[in-house]
């Protein structure tokens, strides 16, 4: 019988938690800055977007402030061409709208590497820095390969707010 005490506390204190409106265990709300990418959920591995030739990852950095956002595109790039990686925010609540912010383009000419997304003109820094309005969000990356566009590779998913 104590057992069954025990797990009944356990079940009424997780759900006087939930009720009062904390997550616990999700690390998804962020009290400080916060980083994460795609591959930290697969073994490290990076998406094939472009058959064996192109790799992408995609990550999210939280700054400071806890609202603003940046998009970090990690890549292996083995097709000998420089290339251009974007991404863009979408809204989980809305996944098939309209992007939440667009942070822009950044090219390359490495074969492995990252970049953050905004960085070539017309961006700038008003595109590659976004103060996300409270909701929850990931961030898609994808690449230019010989004028068509690849990838739609997409982040954890981050909350703000």
Not at 15 to 32: E, F, M, R
Not at 71 to 96: E, G, K, M, R
Request: glycine share 12%.
């Amino acid at each position: 019988m104590h057992k069954m005490n025990g797990r009944v506390t356990k079940a009424v204190v997780a759900g006087t938690i939930a009720v009062s409106g904390l997550v616990v265990g999700t690390g998804s709300a962020h009290a400080d800055s916060a980083y994460a990418c795609r591959s930290a959920n697969t073994q490290g591995r990076y998406a094939a977007v472009y058959g064996t030739s192109v790799y992408l990852d995609s990550c999210y950095d939280v700054l400071d402030d806890r609202r603003t956002i940046e998009a970090q595109v990690p890549f292996q790039n083995w097709t000998s061409h420089a290339l251009t990686y974007c991404a863009h925010a979408l809204d989980v609540n809305n996944i098939y709208g309209p992007w939440a912010h667009d942070f822009g383009c950044t090219s390359s000419g490495e074969l492995t590497g990252s970049v953050w997304a905004g960085h070539d003109a017309p961006y700038g820094s008003s595109w590659s820095d976004w103060t996300a309005p409270a909701g929850t969000y990931v961030i898609s990356a994808g690449v230019w390969v010989d004028g068509h566009y690849y990838g739609d590779v997409q982040s954890p998913r981050t909350t703000i707010g």
